[in-house]
């Protein structure tokens, strides 16, 4: 049976159980470990009815069971105050590690809000970290995903590497004190002052097209100082991802001209302050089979070996960002583990003696963290219906902009009836939505909701758009919630006018 029947079937048994009716609407208890908001009519069940309720209850419980039995035990469900990371506890409330999402929105004044568990994002670190035992590697953390000071800190702290595409990143990073030889400098379109700076801190650099090596030889001369390149090559693998995010195909705009590959090692000969050390490929984001990753770095590994006969001793080959991650929270789909991803390519990377460079952005912080939003109000077109929260496109674009899928639902526990809403922001542009057709509890004005998996190309994204500030964000670290990001201000936005 699939999760949607399943809980379904389990809807239908509790609210029997309990019930509800349609026209009771959530009510946020104040009290600490309350249960789920109980609809009124069930507070004190007669007689009568008492027998049926525990049939229905005794059903509802019977199809837990039978989830649990067919996908085992739900990893968005923890003991309260107990798990890792976000998930329901068995109160019925969200939690992030061991704080309730709702005692943590009394605290916090703005809305909406990131909030990320500390120690999921070093899980997640962790996870690549003993999948790469017994090879040469660096995991460079990819900056794009999320530039959050205190995250990257907190990454170069526990021994990351970093992937950067700007020379903004590139200073952030040598900010959070990432060493440089762990360091790699992306990009299309690197601008001569961003090349320099790399070749002076001594970072990697990917040489992404003709005048793009010719910029980085320009910049390596102009501060004296040899740069170690690797070639970034397309090894027109599918990824089998939306468009957007597809970038390591023959069409792709990023990478050099494979059949232009001599051109490339005859300039690379010629010039001496430029060292060729490694190849690169970054087939694209939120890949979820291993034997992709597999295949390029077959197709990879050929490139090597062909340019090695050319003379040169390439030492690395990385093979670009991590893995997708479970944006569903169905408890029965299950994706590939680091160890699954670097197992599929260990014996290649092995056999050539090859230290292995992996990039992820995603699968470091995405499952870390939530926008917590407030609703505003529940209205209906007549055909629709809405649930209008304060959080928007301009704070979390994904699913406006890839149309993608996260997982959204209350912080607290809700009698309300359920139904199918657009969970849609205030910003005028009809494009302005964080979920479509979620079945959710019609809550009241004032509840909670989530966007869950929000840690990774959500505030990295985040504009202003409509004036709408940049939220601050928070994390969950040694039991306390901590301030990782101020909101941003309507002063911050007039101070950039001041004096003209
Ligand atoms: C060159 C490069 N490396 C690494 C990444 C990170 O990918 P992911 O977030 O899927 O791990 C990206 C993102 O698209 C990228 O462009």
Not at 226 to 255: E, M
Not at 279 to 296: C, E, P
Not at 305 to 326: A, H, Q, R, S, W
Request: hydrophobic share 40%; aromatic share 6%; glycine share 8%.
């Amino acid at each position: 049976m699939l999760r949607g029947q399943v809980q379904a079937q389990q809807r239908r048994a509790a609210s029997k159980a309990t019930g509800a009716v349609a026209g009771d609407v959530c009510v946020r208890r104040a009290v600490s470990g309350a249960r789920a908001s109980q609809p009124l009519a069930a507070a004190a069940p007669s007689r009568a009815t008492a027998a049926p309720r525990r049939r229905a209850l005794r059903a509802a419980a019977a199809a837990v069971a039978a989830e649990r039995a067919v996908v085992g035990p739900n990893p968005y469900a923890q003991p309260a105050g107990k798990g890792l990371g976000f998930y329901t506890g068995e109160d019925g409330f969200l939690y992030c590690d061991n704080m309730r999402v709702d005692d943590i929105r009394a605290q916090v004044k703005d809305s909406p809000f990131y909030l990320y568990s500390r120690d999921r994002i070093t899980a997640n670190y962790r996870a690549y970290q003993k999948a790469l035992e017994g090879l040469d590697s660096i995991i460079g953390y990819a900056v794009k995903a999320n530039n959050n000071l205190k995250i990257v800190q907190h990454l170069q702290g526990l021994g990351s590497g970093a992937v950067l595409v700007s020379g903004n990143e590139l200073k952030l990073a040598i900010a959070a004190g990432f060493d440089p030889s762990r360091t790699i400098l992306n990009g299309n379109g690197k601008l001569p002052w961003e090349l320099e700076l790399a070749a002076s801190a001594g970072c990697l650099v990917n040489v992404d097209s003709e005048f793009d090596f010719d910029n980085i030889a320009a910049a390596a001369r102009k501060v004296g100082k040899k740069v170690k390149v690797l070639l970034r090559i397309n090894p027109d693998v599918d990824p089998q991802v939306h468009a957007y995010v597809s970038t390591g195909l023959a069409s792709s705009k990023f990478g050099i001209r494979n059949s232009h590959l001599q051109w490339f090692l005859d300039a690379i000969k010629a010039e001496p302050m430029v060292e060729l050390v490694g190849v690169h490929s970054h087939l694209g984001s939120t890949i979820t089979k291993v034997n992709i990753f597999r295949d390029a770095a077959v197709i990879m590994c050929d490139f090597i070996k062909k340019i090695n006969d050319e003379g040169f001793k390439l030492t690395y080959l990385n093979i670009g960002g991590g893995l997708g991650i479970d944006y569903t929270h169905n408890p029965s789909t299950k994706l590939p583990s680091p160890t699954d991803l670097i197992d599929t390519v260990r014996d290649i990377v092995k056999g050539l003696g090859l230290t292995l460079v992996i990039e992820p952005g995603r699968s470091m912080v995405a499952t870390s963290c939530a926008l917590v939003n407030t609703v505003t109000g529940v209205k209906t077109n007549g055909s629709k219906q809405f649930i209008v929260v304060d959080g928007s496109m301009a704070a979390l674009i994904r699913p406006s902009l890839y149309d993608a899928y996260q997982h959204i639902e209350l912080t607290a526990p809700c009698g309300g009836p359920k139904a199918v809403f657009d969970i849609v922001g205030p910003v005028c542009e009809s494009a302005d939505f964080l979920g479509k057709e979620r079945e959710l509890a019609t809550p009241e004005p004032g509840a909670g909701l989530v966007v869950h998996d929000a840690g990774a190309y959500c505030m990295a994204m985040a504009s202003t758009y409509n004036l709408k500030m940049r939220p601050a964000e928070y994390w969950v670290a040694d039991n306390k919630l901590a301030t990782i990001r101020r909101g941003e201000t309507l002063d911050d936005h007039l101070r950039l006018f001041e004096g003209l």
